[in-house]
């Protein structure tokens, strides 16, 4: 792979079409556009420093993934600071009526109180659409474990909002990811 040569343009086009997802992806643990952009950048740094480490290519994706959480994860360790989420900003309300958004913002917030291990694999699995096996290789768990934490994360949920629309969400989100 020449981007492992040190290739900067080789790298830039592993990156350019996973930038978008792994932005959304570090905006949702740090819920503010300038720490995301920053941690997507420090992110790549850390990938292109390392990519030697990556035995197979067909693994950068989540290899990236993985490392965007781990800066995610660090950032707010070192920051401590949470701010207000806009969920409209990551296009996660595409397509959602505006009768809708309410109980859209309903659902981000109780997501977002979710323990981190919850949050980490509704948000994979949900938002980013990634298939458990691949939950799994990029939290570096058993699949076993991952469908756990999707069940009791959405127990948690169903707990926190107590409305039908979770239920509603829920088998809508199931259903489509069959």
């Keep these: 792979m020449l981007a492992q040569n040190g290739e900067e343009e080789a790298f ?17 643990y740090v819920q503010n556009e ?9 992110s790549m740094i850390r990938a292109y420093e390392s990519i030697k480490q990556l035995k ?10 993985r490392i965007v959480i781990n800066c995610s994860k660090t950032y707010i360790a070192k920051r401590k600071r949470i701010e207000s989420v806009e969920p409209a900003e990551l ?16 659902l981000w917030k109780a997501l977002c109180n979710l323990e981190e291990k919850y949050k980490t694999v509704l948000i994979l699995r949900f938002y980013q659409d990634y298939p458990v096996k ?16 999707i069940r009791r994360g959405l127990h948690a ?3 926190q909002l107590k ?16």
């Excluded at 930038?19 to 570090?26: M, N, P, S, V």
């Excluded at 300038?34 to 420090?42: E, H, T």
């Excluded at 409305?163 to 069959?178: C, F, L, P």
Aim: hydrophobic share 35%; net charge negative.
């Design 12 to 28: 830039y086009q592993l990156i350019e079409p996973l930038q978008g997802q792994l932005y959304r992806i570090a905006y949702v």
């Design 34 to 42: 300038n720490d995301a952009v920053d941690i997507l950048q420090q």
């Design 56 to 65: 197979e290519q067909h693994y950068f994706a989540t290899w990236m993934t």
């Design 91 to 106: 296009d996660l309300l595409e397509g959602a009526s505006t009768s809708n958004i309410e109980e859209e913002l309903d």
């Design 134 to 149: 691949q939950i799994a290789a990029i939290l570096e768990c058993p699949e076993g474990t991952v469908k756990t934490h």
């Design 157 to 159: 949920l169903r707990q």
């Design 163 to 178: 409305g039908a629309y979770i239920d509603e969400w829920v088998k809508s989100v199931e259903s489509s990811h069959r």
